[in-house]
């Protein structure tokens, strides 16, 4: 190894640490917050407080949404009814959206640079087997999009499993994004509506995708056999 190229990589070590560090920083003074936000009580304080950090609460929620989708273990509702309560329906879902977009570009660049070892790091084996059938998947496009647009989906996983396929990057990005956009709308739109006092829509919106989620979790071993047997059709 070249001495320039430890240069490179002890710099990019020093960028990472002090990123995580900042996002750490993030996560530990508005997180629980954003998690008490399931009392709706508490909705209407937890705007005002962070509308008083102004851009820095903007770029707060931006950060914890882009480390959800790192980690693969914080909840997603939590920070978008955060966003949809303090910045609008879509507000709220931009600035969710870009927070997904900067992780999961991440998540994929990282795997496509350090590989399987680095998915092993975060997930076991018998996690990733459920979705392995990808790797040669002649209808790819297809699965990864239905993958993020269904609620209940294993999509921690996903995000790290789909830089092992083919999928370009942009393509990826592509998918994904419009595949999530009905999800992170739905959470964005019915706190939005809480906060508005038009508490019907707001409850038949959590209710639809509830329920939703809720099949898709009851009979996702018969989605995932489908989705098998489409690569043979």
């Not at 939590?78 to 309560?85: F, T, Y």
């Not at 496509?112 to 209808?139: A, N």
């Not at 509506?193 to 919106?205: K, P, R, T």
Request: hydrophobic fraction near 55%; charged fraction near 15%.
């Amino acid at each position: 190894m070249t001495g320039r190229r430890k240069i490179g990589m002890l710099l990019t070590a020093a960028a990472l640490v002090f990123g995580i560090g900042v996002i750490g920083w993030l996560i530990w003074k508005f997180y629980p917050a954003i998690m008490s936000l399931m009392q709706p009580e508490k909705m209407a304080a937890f705007r005002e407080r962070l509308n008083a950090f102004g851009i820095w609460g903007a770029a707060a929620l931006f950060a914890i949404q882009a480390l959800q989708v790192i980690s693969g273990i914080i909840p997603a509702l939590p920070i978008q009814v955060c966003a949809g309560i303090t910045y609008g329906t879509l507000g709220g879902l931009l600035l969710c959206m870009a927070g997904i977009l900067a992780g999961s570009a991440f998540v994929f660049a990282a795997v496509k640079k350090f590989g399987q070892p680095l998915v092993d790091r975060f997930f076991p084996l018998q996690k990733q087997h459920r979705l392995q059938f990808l790797y040669h998947h002649s209808r790819l496009d297809r699965i990864v999009f239905l993958l993020y647009l269904l609620p209940a989906m294993p999509k921690d996983v996903l995000t790290y499993l789909a830089a092992l396929t083919p999928l370009s990057l942009r393509r990826y990005l592509l998918l994904t994004l419009t595949a999530r956009i009905p999800s992170v709308l739905c959470a964005t739109f019915a706190s939005d509506a809480i906060m508005e006092g038009n508490y019907i829509s707001a409850v038949v919106v959590f209710c639809i995708s509830g329920a939703l989620g809720v099949l898709c979790m009851f009979f996702s071993r018969q989605i995932f056999a489908w989705m098998k047997r489409l690569k043979r059709q």
